[in-house]
């Protein structure tokens, strides 16, 4: 339904609760309920991701400055 989803997280979020939840989605306690989560891993942020996103912030930005003009 959604293959290309994904979440961000801080620095200081709780990985084994994230685990956890995801967990209880894979597998749900009852055996006739539906799989909310088929499939999921985790990665770490690549850093031409990281400045890709600052460039897109930045692009952001400078055309709300020039949109407030």
């Known amino acids: 339904m959604f293959p290309e ?6 620095r200081d979020s ?3 609760r ?3 939840t995801v967990e209880t989605m894979t597998k749900p ?3 006739s309920a539906p ?3 088929e499939d999921y891993s985790v990665s770490q942020t690549t850093l031409e991701q990281v400045f890709i996103r600052f460039a897109h912030e930045h692009d952001v930005r400078e055309h709300d400055v ?3 003009k």
Do not use: D, G, I
């Open 35 to 37: 799989k909310l989560v």
């Open 5 to 10: 989803c994904s979440l961000r997280l801080s």
């Open 29 to 31: 306690p009852n055996s």
């Open 14 to 16: 709780n990985l084994p």
């Open 18 to 20: 994230l685990f956890r």
């Open 66 to 68: 020039r949109e407030a």
